[in-house]
């Protein structure tokens, strides 16, 4: 079935560190794929999407490309602000037409001054 | 616009008792779902409606777990009776439709402990 795999966590960087947290994807077909960020205290909040092969999400700074060949969606973020620190959830969305989300373990980023 | 409500935020109920959680989508979206999130892994679907018709409920443990969307809008999730294992956090997310593009907006849920 379709599933997410994340790099585990917890990760811990200094600011204006370099950000990249690992996500591969098991699925028949081409699903899309997610970025979901939890901030403290607040509920999940879409953070960027790719659809297709090749695409690039973008948003905040966050980057994250759509590799068919490695099967991977991959976030990066060239330097990061004590405000980043949250959990961050790769998911893809299946191609049944149901639009189910599978999702990662996530991975809590604490960004240090 | 105002986004995905849930309420209570928060419940501490005792094993074998009864809960109903509420969810209250962003206004116009046909596509409703319930997410049980345990702690440390991420979110899994339970069910999934369209507009007051069930799409999938294939993970809800239907012997506990039960939900509905009487008009289309609201919806409520119970369990009845809870198990110590279903201390999670309870997500509502809505979709404007159930494209594989259609972006999905979540409350803040629902903190469950059974004791």
């Known amino acids: 079935g379709d599933s997410v795999t994340q790099m585990e966590g917890p990760v811990t960087l200094s600011e204006e560190a370099f950000l990249t947290i690992n996500c591969t994807y098991t699925?028949?077909?081409?699903?899309?794929l997610f970025w979901y960020v939890q901030y403290p205290g607040e509920g999940l909040q879409l953070l960027l999407k790719?659809?297709?092969?090749?695409d690039k999400g973008s948003n905040k700074g966050f980057e994250a490309t759509y590799r068919k060949e490695t099967t991977s969606f991959h976030l990066e973020k060239g330097s990061v602000q004590v405000s980043d620190s949250a959990v961050y959830f790769c998911a893809l969305s299946d191609q049944t037409g149901a639009n189910n989300l599978f999702f990662g373990t996530g991975t809590r980023l604490t960004v240090i001054p | 616009e105002a986004g995905v409500a849930q309420s209570p935020r928060y419940k501490i109920i005792e094993k074998r008792q009864s809960v109903a959680f509420w969810c209250n989508p962003i206004?116009?979206?046909?596509?409703l779902y319930w997410y049980q999130q345990i702690l440390g892994q991420g979110p899994k679907l339970l069910i999934q409606?369209?507009?007051?018709?069930?799409?999938?409920d294939s993970q809800l443990p239907k012997d506990r777990f039960s939900a509905e969307r009487l008009k289309g809008v609201d919806s409520t999730l119970k369990i009845q009776p809870a198990k110590l294992e279903d201390s999670a956090v309870y997500l509502c997310?809505?979709?404007?439709?159930?494209?594989?593009?259609?972006?999905?907006?979540f409350g803040p849920g629902t903190r469950l402990t059974v004791l």
């Open positions: 699925a028949t077909g081409y699903p899309s």
């Open positions: 206004s116009g979206h046909a596509t």
């Open positions: 790719a659809t297709k092969a090749d």
């Open positions: 997310a809505s979709s404007f439709q159930r494209g594989p593009t259609d972006t999905q907006y």
């Open positions: 409606f369209q507009n007051n018709g069930v799409v999938d």
